[in-house]
T-cell receptor, first 108, second 112 residues
Framework: GIQVEQSPPDLILQEGANSTLRCNFS?????LQWFHQNPWGQLINLFY???GTKQNGRLSATTVATERYSLLYISSSQTTDSGVYFC??????????FGAGTTVTVRA | DGGITQSPKYLFRKEGQNVTLSCEQN?????MYWYRQDPGQGLRLIYY???????QKGDIAEGYSVSREKKESFPLTVTSAQKNPTAFYLC???????????FGQGTRLTVV
């Protein structure tokens, strides 16, 4: 299957700051998803973004499929943005493979 | 409400016992998945099913079994052969194996 690498592994932000999370894939993917895992463990869908750019409030994502990476932008961060962010994409057998995640801590 | 329901939320099992985790969806999705998450780690695929009465092993299927007798249900059995079953288990579904996936709230299994 494909390898998914996320960076940075940990991110500490002051409330109001902006940040960028990155996801690299070892092979091309037909689609890509970003998730936020809340403190109770549930995975919340953020973006389904095979290519291009999408925005949802303070969050936006860009996927450059030809270069096998995706970026998640958090603007004007809030304490509720804390948690673990995962990206995931399918391999040739359509199994969805996950990165190890980026743990974001936003301090008031 | 439409969604994916996993039960129970917390489960305790004695060593040597089999236990079954429930996953039900009313989204009319064809594909369903089971993932395992260990503390501080990402998600690893246990089994997935693209259609009723068919399923495939994921990356860590040893010690687990599944069935897919109904479109809306994909139960996971953690057998006594699973050497380290304590983990957080997440079920997901999608319209197909290359479309957006949605997750249930998870089951935390602890072996005591």
């Amino acid at each position: 299957g494909i390898q998914v690498e996320q960076s940075p592994p940990d991110l500490i932000l002051q409330e109001g700051a902006n940040s960028t999370l990155r996801c690299n894939f070892s092979d091309s993917v037909n689609n890509l998803q970003w998730f936020h895992q809340n403190p109770w463990g549930q995975l919340i869908n953020l973006f389904y973004i095979p290519s291009g750019t999408k925005q949802n409030g303070r969050l936006s994502a860009t996927t450059v499929a030809t270069e096998r990476y995706s970026l998640l932008y958090i603007s004007s961060s809030q304490t509720t943005d804390s948690g673990v962010y995962f990206c995931a994409g399918p391999d040739n057998n359509y199994k969805l493979s996950f990165g190890a995640g980026t743990t974001v801590t936003v301090r008031a | 409400d439409g969604g994916i329901t996993q039960s129970p939320k917390y489960l305790f099992r004695k060593e040597g016992q089999n236990v079954t985790l429930s996953c039900e969806q009313n989204l009319n999705h064809d594909a369903m998945y089971w993932y395992r998450q260990d503390p501080g780690q990402g998600l690893r695929l246990i089994y997935y099913s693209q259609i009723v009465n068919d399923f495939q092993k994921g990356d860590i299927a040893e010690g687990y079994s599944v069935s897919r007798e109904k479109k809306e249900s994909f139960p996971l059995t953690v057998t006594s052969a699973q050497k380290n079953p304590t983990a957080f288990y997440l079920c997901a579904s999608s319209h197909g194996t290359n479309t957006e996936a949605f997750f249930g709230q998870g089951t935390r299994l602890t072996v005591v």
